[in-house]
């Protein structure tokens, strides 16, 4: 069974840190690029990283882009989205998901090339 458990949001206040996981299981993690979309309430969702199989490629929307790290631990197939001096923009449901479409680059304005995604973990930023 395909899985992508997304894990790590909660409660920060504005200009604070948080570090979200990715563990993937049930599929073949090397051969998969992985992004991160968050949608907030209302809005559309959003493409705001992703990272190639082999970890080296890196693509940001300019909207985290300087503040937030994407990385990748293919020993223990998770992926790790770090953000950093997030504001209450930034608040949203976080999914991570898998897209064996992308080789040596990964896109984010393609969430149809992306073929399973994970449950969401929220992040709420507090002003």
């Known amino acids: 069974e395909v899985q992508l458990q997304a894990s790590g949001g909660g409660l920060v206040h504005t200009g604070g840190s948080l570090r979200l996981s990715c563990a993937a299981s049930g599929f073949t993690f090397d051969d998969y690029a992985i992004g991160w979309f968050r949608q907030a309430p209302g809005k559309e969702r959003e493409g705001i990283s992703c990272?190639?199989?082999?970890?080296?490629?890196?693509n940001y929307a300019d909207s985290v882009k300087g503040r937030f790290t994407i990385s990748s631990d293919n020993a223990k197939n998770t992926v790790y989205l770090q953000m950093s001096d997030l504001n209450p923009e930034d608040t949203a449901v976080y999914y991570c998901?898998?897209?064996?479409?992308?080789?040596?680059?990964?896109?984010?304005?393609?969430?149809?090339?992306?073929?399973?995604w994970g449950q969401g973990t929220l992040v709420t930023v507090s002003s």
């Open positions: 998901a898998a897209s064996a479409f992308f080789l040596r680059h990964c896109r984010l304005n393609i969430a149809t090339a992306y073929d399973y």
């Open positions: 990272i190639t199989s082999d970890n080296s490629v890196t």
